[in-house]
């Protein structure tokens, strides 16, 4: 079991030279997604050597410019490459119209299946799942209708422990399916041999959760519970709450306020102003109430192995 988290862009509203606006590439359990696409993705993933190939589901965090302007552009580039494996997009109603407007009034054409999800739900939901790995949103608050996305590992099955078995000559390797599913074991007398006696509890599954634009939100608290990292947009510092209160966005001291409620392992801060020119100034904030934080860098990689 293992996630590894590829910043592609941090910052918030518009490109500069050093800066992008977000996108991340989460790879959790195998399962590979682009979180956000704001303008300057693909070319962050070539420049991170991350294939194309592997995206096949993408998540918008909500309509504004700077968390999709990049997707049309890659959504084409895919055509270009030839591609035919379907796309899933999941994102804000609306985006399924102004996609197939720009992709008419370009008389562009595709090579490949888009599948568009639209969301529209206030309350979390269910929205994607594989043997692997599941996808809810976490409703969030901002100016427009936007959604975290609380990504899960499914848990994996008991491991045998082969020492403990051979002590019970009556179990047999055709039982070991159901020893692995969490099944206590009946002998033929009608005793039960309880499962944890001869089984390993696996890896504890992994989580995490992309909070993206929102005002202060404690209301997320409870879904988000001691998950493993949690990336929670720190858009001002406290010196200009009051603007963080009228745009609807967070402050770093806000995010650690979150992260220490929710018990977090981990808070990771990004979308960055740039009103702010040194950005260890969001770091020294939230570690006043909080300490596992981490400042989010283009071309960062966060890693959690729990193998």
């Keep these: 079991m293992s996630l590894k988290l590829s910043i592609l862009g941090c910052h918030s509203a518009t490109p500069r030279s050093f800066a992008y606006p977000t996108s991340q590439f989460l790879e959790i359990n195998g399962d590979y997604f682009l979180i956000d696409c704001g303008e300057g993705t693909q070319l962050q993933l070539r420049k991170h050597r991350i ?4 995206i096949k589901h993408i998540f918008i965090s909500h309509l504004h410019g700077d968390h999709f302007f ?3 552009g890659l959504i084409s580039t895919f055509s270009l490459l030839s591609r035919d494996k379907e796309l899933h997009i999941y994102a804000p109603k ?3 119209k102004i996609i197939e407007i720009q992709l008419s009034l370009t008389d562009s054409w595709l090579s490949y299946p888009l599948k568009f999800h639209e969301l529209q739900k206030k309350e979390s939901e269910l929205i994607f799942e594989d043997e692997k790995v599941t996808v809810h949103t976490i409703p969030l608050k901002h100016r427009i ?26 179990i047999e390797t055709c039982d070991y399916h159901n020893l692995k599913k969490g099944k206590d074991f009946i002998f033929l007398n009608g005793d039960v041999l309880e499962n944890k006696v001869v089984t390993f509890d696996p ?7 992309f909070c993206s634009d929102t005002a202060y ?3 997320m608290i409870p879904q988000i519970k001691d998950i493993d990292l949690l990336y929670h947009e720190s858009t001002f510092l406290e010196d200009r709450a009051e603007l963080a209160k009228t745009t609807k966005h967070s402050t770093a001291l806000q995010a650690a306020k979150i992260a220490k409620m929710a018990r977090v392992k981990t808070l ?6 740039s009103r702010y020119k040194d950005e260890d100034l969001f770091l020294k904030e939230a570690k006043t ?6 400042l989010s860098h283009e071309g960062d990689v966060i890693s959690i192995d729990n193998a």
Excluded at 145 to 170: Q, S
Excluded at 268 to 273: A, E, I, N, P, T
Excluded at 289 to 294: G, M, R, S, T
């Design 94 to 96: 609306g985006i399924k």
């Design 70 to 72: 990049g997707l049309i």
């Design 145 to 170: 209708y936007t959604n975290g996305f609380l990504f899960r590992e499914k848990p994996k099955e008991r491991k045998i422990n082969i020492e403990e078995v051979k002590k019970y000559p009556e």
């Design 51 to 54: 294939k194309f190939s592997k």
């Design 203 to 209: 890896p504890k599954p992994l989580s995490y959760a």
């Design 289 to 294: 109430i909080f300490e596992e934080v981490q």
């Design 217 to 219: 939100n404690p209301d």
């Design 268 to 273: 990771l801060l990004g979308h960055y102003s």
